[in-house]
């Protein structure tokens, strides 16, 4: 009674991407602008902050630290991406697909985080000013 499947998955097969060239390139232009916008936008935003000193209050630290958040963030998955359009054997290992879900989450937990701290001290300043 113990005849279990026992297999063990070691790779997953990129089906979604297609096969024609022209496909291949468009999104591999799209997909290309679009990250390396982010990496220029959001280092643009950590330089900006920790180069100017009059933006050293906790709004810009929490900024600068958010703009870090999102270059791990977008850097987890879209070079893998990018990198398998033009490969022929388009596979992620079974051990790169969990840390690829390991760090989109613990990337976005640590992100919701920080914005709420970023709310919470925007909001400080005026909690003294409530009358009861």
Request: glycine share 4%; net charge negative.
């Amino acid at each position: 009674m113990d005849e279990a499947n026992h297999s063990v998955v070691s790779e997953f097969v990129f089906l979604g991407l297609s096969n024609s060239w022209k496909i291949q390139l468009l999104l591999f232009l799209f997909s290309s602008v679009f990250y390396v916008l982010s990496l220029m936008g959001n280092l643009l935003i950590v330089l900006t902050v920790t180069s100017d000193p009059r933006l050293q209050s906790p709004v810009y630290f929490l900024l600068a630290n958010l703009s870090i958040i999102d270059l791990v963030f977008c850097s987890s998955t879209a070079p893998k991406m990018i990198y398998d359009l033009f490969r022929k054997h388009k596979t992620i290992t079974f051990g790169g697909c969990v840390a690829q879900i390991f760090f989109i989450h613990a990337v976005g937990g640590t992100e919701m985080v920080l914005l709420i701290a970023m709310a919470l001290t925007d909001m400080w300043p005026y909690a003294s000013l409530s009358t009861t």
